[in-house]
């Protein structure tokens, strides 16, 4: 096993990088679906950042040599900014997030401030609510924006049974649109399939995973799929079956422009018991096990809303 250690020392401003090679005897035991964080690390780990990629794990080793007062936020998704030079850890705080706010419709947190690690796990599990209740849904603007009504689109299985959305209220739904000749798609769809094993796993989890292709036929994306190995994967037909067709179906008969729902391939939503869009990203996301805790947490909204019978 190799390991690497990077020791970081802020006075010299010298990086040291260690490998060692060492044969260790390991017992894991991991609960992905306990209330316990999957995030763990310290302040000098760039590797222990949620979400973002190395782009911004590399900019967060310049943040450590950063003169104070300088914050560090980041975002679910993948958002992340930081500010440095400020006359007070309030300002670069404030700066940080507001930065990093106008990267993404979800709500960015500080991680670091000053040369403090200051990322609460349990507030980062709930970032995608507050939620909504029934009725509050029912008043919502229809669309794909955090906080909208997602569209109600039509689609089948793969007995050619035809379902819509709205079949799936009261469970979380993740809907990913993909194609086979899209390769960012096909990076990704390890990630996906892990994730979906994942949730899976718990048999009272309450996510349904709808994968829909876009621009060739289902067939299509259904034999690469199972070629690849990705037999598992809850693939359906979005109807947008070629170069020529590639509008989405509505339930109520009417089409949407494949580019007004994902304006890159491959592209996710995460929408609520209510039919909300709680997070959408687009693009390939580089581990979707990060998003577990998350996912769980609107699950658990809704299982408490059954128990309490409220709304």
């Known amino acids: 096993m190799m390991l690497k250690i990077i020791i970081i020392d802020l006075s010299s401003n010298v990086i040291k990088q260690t490998s060692l090679k060492l044969l260790v005897a390991c017992l894991f035991f991991v609960s992905v679906f306990s209330t316990s964080s999957i995030f763990a690390g310290d302040l000098n780990d760039p590797d222990a950042i949620p979400h973002v990629g190395s782009r911004?794990?590399?900019?967060?080793?310049?943040?450590?040599?950063?003169?104070?007062?300088k914050a560090f936020a980041i975002g679910p998704g993948g958002a992340w900014a930081w500010r440095e030079s400020l006359s007070s850890e309030e300002e670069a705080q404030r700066d940080a997030i507001e930065y990093c706010q106008r990267y993404t419709q979800q709500r960015c947190v500080t991680?670091?401030?000053?040369?403090?690690?200051?990322?609460?796990?349990?507030?980062?599990?709930?970032?995608?609510?507050?939620?909504?209740?029934?009725s509050e849904?029912?008043?919502?603007?229809?669309?794909?924006?955090?906080?909208?009504?997602?569209?109600?689109?039509?689609?089948?299985?793969?007995?050619?049974?035809?379902?819509?959305?709205?079949?799936?209220?009261g469970k979380v739904i993740f809907l990913h649109f993909w194609g086979s000749w899209c390769p960012s798609c096909m990076m990704e769809l390890p990630s996906l399939q892990r994730l979906q094993n994942m949730i899976k796993k718990n048999k009272n989890t309450n996510v349904?995973?709808?994968?829909?292709?876009?621009?060739?036929?289902f067939s299509d994306s259904r034999q690469w799929a199972d070629k690849n190995g990705f037999t598992?994967?809850?693939?359906?037909?979005?109807?947008?079956?070629?170069?020529d067709n590639t509008n989405f179906e509505l339930a109520n008969g009417?089409?949407?422009?494949?580019?007004?729902?994902?304006?890159?391939?491959?592209?996710?939503?995460?929408?609520?018991?209510?039919?909300?869009?709680?997070?959408?990203?687009?693009?390939?996301?580089?581990?979707?096990?990060?998003?577990?805790?998350?996912?769980?947490?609107?699950?658990?909204?809704?299982?408490?809303?059954?128990?309490?019978?409220?709304?």
């Not at 507030?123 to 029934?134: A, D, I, M, R, V």
């Not at 598992?232 to 170069?243: E, N, P, T």
């Open 111 to 134: 991680y670091a401030l000053n040369n403090k690690l200051v990322f609460d796990v349990k507030q980062w599990t709930t970032l995608w609510g507050p939620y909504f209740t029934k």
């Open 137 to 169: 849904a029912r008043k919502l603007t229809e669309g794909n924006k955090r906080g909208q009504r997602f569209y109600d689109l039509a689609f089948k299985n793969e007995n050619g049974k035809r379902l819509k959305l709205s079949n799936y209220r």
């Open 232 to 243: 598992d994967l809850m693939l359906y037909d979005s109807g947008a079956d070629s170069g």
């Open 56 to 69: 911004a794990r590399e900019s967060y080793i310049s943040y450590l040599y950063a003169t104070e007062h």
């Open 208 to 217: 349904e995973f709808i994968i829909l292709q876009a621009r060739e036929s």
């Open 254 to 311: 009417e089409t949407i422009a494949d580019r007004e729902i994902a304006r890159l391939f491959p592209s996710s939503y995460v929408i609520d018991t209510n039919g909300v869009v709680v997070f959408s990203h687009r693009g390939a996301v580089n581990n979707w096990l990060e998003y577990i805790e998350l996912i769980l947490d609107v699950a658990n909204q809704a299982e408490q809303k059954i128990l309490s019978k409220t709304d």
